[in-house]
């Protein structure tokens, strides 16, 4: 049986630091055999929440027509969901955390439950906010009653250093970091 990830890269920016730290951990997650799906949503429409409370009537009845119930239904359909972010005045960008408002279409009948979730984020420095980006994203797995993957050492994820398009490529221990998340990953989703 076929293990699946979705990656998702909450950076508006295509192609840079957090796309590089995603790729280090997708990389180890591809040599053990899963199969892995990258979303950007620098490529989707994700617009806020408003609201208007008719996904807790009824799972999936979203008025909005957008991006969000086609990359949320990808991620309920999928194994395990590995999300990065860079750092936006301390915490994920305005494009994630409208995703993770989104999913009150899944969260009402616990869709995402038991999925293995892995957070990774990148900052512009060693103290930029890459922790509490990162435990956004550990609550947002939390929400959804998920088991949540640690890089290693007790880590809530894998945390690397970059500012300009391709410095966290310099970032040996970072990208060490999102490699163990990756291999952690693995190991959850093996053991189910």
């Known amino acids: 049986m076929t293990i699946r990830v979705v990656a998702i890269n909450g950076s508006p920016r295509k192609n840079g630091n957090t796309q590089l730290m995603l790729d280090a951990a997708v990389e180890t997650m591809k040599s053990d055999g899963i199969d892995v799906e990258h979303i950007s949503l620098a490529e989707h429409d994700i617009r806020p929440c408003d609201g208007c409370e008719r996904c807790n009537k009824e799972p999936w009845a979203c ?7 086609k990359i949320l239904k990808k991620m309920v359909a999928a194994d395990g969901i590995l999300m990065g972010s ?25 869709e995402l439950k038991d999925k293995v979730g892995g957070a990774l984020s990148c900052g512009g420095g060693a103290h930029g906010g890459q922790e509490l980006t990162i ?14 993957a640690n890089s290693s050492g007790g880590l809530y994820g894998a945390m690397g250093v970059g500012n300009d398009r391709g410095d966290v490529r310099n970032d040996l221990e970072g990208l060490k970091s999102a490699r163990n998340l990756g291999k952690r990953m693995v190991e959850l989703l093996k053991s189910r």
């Open 63 to 69: 008025p909005i027509e957008d991006d969000a119930a």
């Open 135 to 148: 435990w956004q994203i550990v609550t947002f797995f939390t929400m959804h009653d998920m088991i949540v």
């Open 86 to 110: 860079p750092v936006y005045f301390g915490g994920v960008t305005a494009q994630m955390k409208a995703l993770f408002d989104r999913s009150a279409m899944p969260y009402k009948e616990m």
